[in-house]
């Protein structure tokens, strides 16, 4: 294979839209799912409130996330002058996007065509990057600032300069102020173990300090205007809190050990199987292995060990391994000439667009096919059929390009239609109906009660008020003050009883799978 040639602009250009149609295609369409709700309704309240440094959720302070994902996501409603799910994801999914052209001018860094290429579409079809870059979440904001750091790294570790170094830094403190200081323990031990690997001791110098004192200036800045906006030292608390103790000292999070030995292979699904691969492979041979590979795997092993020994672990919490784990899994294929999980991926080639062609038979024979919108029934076989357009046209060298862009396919479909549509709706029906309630009756006081938990920021959103919805834990308070009562996840036998004696109307909006994002909202009688 030559490995002077240049990618041509074709594919580049096909892998990038490609990329662009997996990350926005049908971005607006999913209800709020998870801890969206938080950063959007946060938004809408700091622009009810004109505010920059102080989120709020019900109109109570909202202090322990940083503050980059919410001065995008405000930017982006401001822009488009209104705010959705779309507008709400948009800026996350545009870190997303970004983070495609960084990775490829990355793997340029560290391959030659077709690897460069081939590692940029591992990179933007897996399950870990796809997951997050359309939710409206912190998660890919990080990603984002770490990639930016990596990647500034390796284009000025040759040199002193304080350009490099200050783009390092502040692509380390993006991160960090996106999630938390997770960016520093994934990019840190990286930069150090280079620095050893390659005896680039000269970094230590003081360009490199005053870039960071610099950027760390640009870090702290936030926490202080947040500060002396709320006249109370609790934001550098819980930055403590929520970084430093959490790892060492956890009040929530508490999962085993060995959770990462799950979610690592997710992230990079549909990819698994290589990365058991690497990982024999520069084990084995690691002797053998130049530093660049010696650089990428034993990063991929620091920042495993780091995230297992903090004590508070979440599945997703390790998802900024995934650009050194592709570079690894790109090395571990450019090394090998020939093996059987490249050739098991291939013949996977073969069934992928069976399956799509056959899409609508199966449908038929399991009995969906009436309940679902004619796209998810005819999109499949014509993806199908380009597919196998695909396994024709690109042969040898081009035959990981078929794989790439086959597997984008499926993934298209699932991303862009059968999620979104499949997505439980049943916060955003209680928000909307809340919404309903009061712009029909704005005299009625609106008011929870949560003997199993307030309502999440996802209603709150969707209701759209513009004062704080009052949370009561005794019935007896909030029967006597409220004229509309939102109940989270069940009802309690006191307040069936009241609801039976006294015949009020109850509208229920239950969740099929979690119980938590059930609700119920009761019409008091003496409201009407």
Avoid at 319 to 339: A, R
Wanted: proline share 5%; net charge positive; with cysteine.
């Amino acid at each position: 294979m030559n490995k002077n040639k240049t990618v041509p602009q074709s594919w580049l250009i096909l892998f990038f839209l490609t990329a662009f149609l997996l990350v926005f295609i049908n971005l607006g369409i999913r209800p709020f799912f998870g801890v969206e709700g938080r950063w959007a309704e946060a938004v809408r309240e700091m622009i009810l409130r004109k505010d920059w440094f102080v989120p709020t959720i019900n109109f109570e302070p909202h202090l322990t996330k940083p503050l980059v994902p919410f001065w995008l996501i405000k930017l982006s409603a401001l822009i488009f002058q209104k705010i959705n799910e779309g507008i709400v994801r948009f800026p996350g999914a545009l870190c997303g996007f970004f983070s495609v052209f960084l990775f490829y001018f990355l793997s340029k860094r560290f391959f030659k065509y077709p690897y460069d290429l081939i590692s940029t579409g591992l990179f933007f079809t897996s399950w870990g990057f796809l997951e997050f870059s359309r939710l409206a979440q912190s998660e890919i904001f990080q990603l984002f600032g770490i990639i930016w750091a990596l990647t500034a790294y390796i284009y000025y570790r040759e040199k002193i300069s304080f350009t490099g170094y200050f783009l390092f830094w502040l692509g380390i403190v993006w991160g960090a102020l996106s999630k938390g200081h997770t960016a520093f323990a994934v990019m840190l031990p990286a930069f150090f173990i280079e620095i050893v690997l390659n005896k680039r001791f000269y970094h230590l110098n003081w360009k490199n300090l005053l870039a960071f004192l610099i950027a760390f200036t640009l870090y702290i800045f936030p926490f202080l205007k947040t500060v002396s906006e709320i006249h109370s030292d609790l934001p550098f608390y819980l930055l403590f809190k929520e970084n430093l103790k959490q790892a060492i000292n956890p009040y929530d999070n508490l999962r085993p050990f060995y959770i990462y030995l799950y979610y690592w292979p997710i992230w990079i699904a549909p990819w698994s199987l290589f990365l058991i691969g690497a990982i024999y492979y520069s084990l084995r041979y690691f002797k053998n292995l130049n530093t660049d590979e010696k650089f990428i795997f034993l990063s991929n092993l620091a920042i495993f060990i780091i995230f297992t020994l903090a004590k508070a672990r979440r599945g997703y919490y390790i998802l900024p391994i995934l650009p050194y784990t592709i570079l690894l899994v790109v090395y571990y294929l450019q090394n090998l000439s020939s093996q059987i999980l490249k050739k098991l991926y291939f013949k996977l080639s073969y069934i992928f667009p069976i399956i799509l062609i056959l899409c609508p038979l199966i449908l038929l024979k399991l009995k969906l096919a009436s309940s679902l919108p004619g796209i998810l029934i005819y999109l499949p076989p014509f993806l199908g059929v380009f597919s196998f357009l695909l396994i024709l046209l690109l042969k040898n060298e081009k035959v990981f390009f078929r794989l790439i862009l086959q597997v984008a396919l499926i993934e298209l479909i699932f991303f862009g239609f059968v999620q979104p549509y499949f997505s439980s709706a049943s916060e955003k029906e209680t928000g909307n109906f809340i919404a309903k309630i009061k712009k029909q009756n704005p005299d009625y006081k609106i008011c929870s009660y949560s003997p199993f938990g307030k309502p999440v920021a996802n209603v709150y959103f969707y209701a759209g008020l513009n004062k704080r919805i009052p949370d009561y834990k005794i019935l007896e308070e909030a029967l006597s003050n409220c004229g509309v009562l939102i109940v989270r996840k069940k009802l309690d036998s006191k307040l069936k009883s009241i609801v039976s004696k006294q015949n009020l109307k109850v509208y229920s909006f239950k969740a099929k799978k979690d119980k938590s994002k059930s609700y119920y909202i009761i019409l008091l009688s003496k409201s009407f």
